[in-house]
């Protein structure tokens, strides 16, 4: 189980790589001027936080729409059940991550596992608990479309 201040972390890496590519798919802004040589050594420090390159062009555009579809805590619920401790993910979360989809939830999983905070997690680990969160999150998905069509009915006697 991951420490609660590394957890934090990486909880606070995967929601920068969520406002990353939400700014770097701002197309209503005008591009930025290339730096003048003598702020050049400003900007080089800046460099090193960038995030991985993409493994295909707009890898990233994709990941940020499916990042979009998560909503309130959820991708925190989500991440911090998967990466962090043993917490359920809460029903209204699951039924989220599974109308996300499983390409999209996959797009994010592997965006996250391109982080270097990542590179030395167990990744077996995580895709065994990833794949039980998922099958799980289906299940209460279902039950709770089930509900929605069937409501149950108290009998009285």
């Given amino acids: 189980m991951a420490k609660p201040t590394l957890l934090l972390a990486l909880a606070a890496t995967f929601l920068s790589l969520a406002a990353f590519s939400a700014t770097a798919l701002n197309h209503h802004r005008a591009p ?88 030395r997690r167990e990744k077996t680990e995580i895709k065994n608990k990833d794949a039980e969160i998922w099958s799980h999150c289906v299940l209460v998905s279902q039950k709770s479309k089930f509900e929605y069509l069937w409501p149950h009915k108290p009998t009285t006697n």
Avoid: W
């Fill in 32 to 119: 930025a001027p290339a730096p003048h040589i003598s702020e050049t050594h400003a900007v080089e420090p800046q460099l090193k936080d960038a995030k991985p390159p993409e493994p295909y062009p707009g890898f990233y555009a994709l990941v940020d729409k499916c990042l979009r579809k998560l909503s309130g805590n959820c991708g925190l619920d989500i991440f911090t059940a998967i990466f962090g401790d043993d917490k359920a993910v809460s029903d209204d979360c699951c039924v989220n991550l599974v109308a996300m989809g499983r390409r999209c939830h996959r797009k994010i999983m592997k965006a996250t596992m391109l982080l270097p905070e990542f590179e």
